[in-house]
């Protein structure tokens, strides 16, 4: 059978497998640095691209090769490009497509780190961006520019809950000449597949939801055309933050799961949310599944599921957040999320300590929101927890 016609679920299991030598099931582990040709043609035919093998790992390898194929396919993209980091993976899309005095439209809330290295490092060499709500389009449209050529979101946005409209998004930015990436992070493709609603770019922190066991640090993009493909591909490879051979090893395997652990974490965040609604020291929930999210509609109509990332806010402000962190005993207080167990943060204080007050508030990060990734525990042991925490408060 050929995955590409296959179900999602079988996708995960098979795309990107290949046989070798040996029969082996799992796709082996071709730890190497660099691979033999078979004699000078082989190796004149490798560089000018007539052959498809390998040369050096830094510019592909068997085995990032399957785990790169695998999330293209199951993205229904033409290619995925793994890197050593989420990071590596931003890095490429904003060397690769901006430059001196080109500018780039990006979600408020987004991932920090996304948005310091444009803010501190991309600005010295002439690079402009404006960072608004990108769940409302017109502030999109506002922000816009004649040298804007990126517009980056993460829908949902971290660590907001925010929901972008991405098929409003997509419309508007080839209107003006633009490039849609999103950082599909949060949703995974299991529960969204951004370039089926015209984004050019998605790309994932394999770090979360992906690998899903917080034992790999990576990233990967993923590209609508071969166009694109090629014109992010070598810059990748130029600056050298490629994955490694042993990580893609893991993410394969780790991927595997993603229906099966994102499902479930799903149903228990379903869950807590509703309690957290109720619970009398919360002022707000977001989450995508409960009614009362803003964008709740629109999500039902681009996701098909709500996730297991959330955001609540406390009503005893800064110093209750830093109380609750201090308090759990069996959510792990920890700046990740996406793996098998439960992980909590509280941005005002830990993540987001180092941007200005107005910026954060501005971006909607108020000083007591908590951030929770739900993991794959009982339910009711997550419930107890939080409780003993918030009797603290």
Known sequence: MDPKHSGFNTRLIHAGAFEDAYGSVSVPIYQTSTFAFRN????????????????????????????????????????????????????????????????????????????????????????????VDTSKLENVDRAIRRNTRLIYVESPANPTIQITDLRAVAELAHQHGCVLAVDNTFATPHLQRPLEMGADIVLHSITKFINGHADVVGGIIITKTKEMYRTLRPLMVGMGCSMDP??????????????????????????????????????????????????????????????????????????????????????????????????????????HAGLDREARLQAGITDGLVRLSVGIEDVEDLLADLEQAFEKI
Do not use: C
Request: hydrophobic share 40%.
């Open 40 to 131: 000078a043609q082989h190796g004149a035919e490798l560089f000018a691209g007539s052959d498809d093998g390998y040369i050096y790992t830094r510019i592909g390898n068997p085995t990032i090769k399957a785990f790169e194929d695998n999330i293209a396919s199951l993205e229904g993209g033409v290619g995925g490009i793994a890197t050593s980091s989420g990071m590596g993976a931003v890095s490429t899309i904003y060397m690769a497509l901006l430059g001196q005095g080109l500018h780039m439209v990006s979600t408020a809330s987004v991932y920090g780190p996304s948005r310091n290295i444009m803010e501190k490092h991309f600005s010295r060499f002439g690079v402009e961006s404006t960072y």
């Open 246 to 351: 042993h990580q893609a090893y893991l993410a394969l395997r780790g991927v595997r799961t993603l229906s099966l652990r994102v499902e479930r974490s799903e149903e228990n965040a379903r869950q807590i949310a509703r309690w957290l609604e109720q619970h009398p020291k919360v002022e707000w929930v977001r989450y995508a599944g409960l009614e009362s999210h803003p964008q709740h509609e629109l999500a039902k109509t681009q996701m098909s599921g709500f996730g297991s990332m959330m955001s609540f806010g406390l009503k005893g402000g800064f110093e209750a957040g830093r109380t609750l962190m201090d308090n759990v005993r069996l959510a792990i207080l920890a700046v990740s999320l996406g793996g098998v167990e439960t992980l909590i943060q509280h941005p005002a204080s830990m993540t």
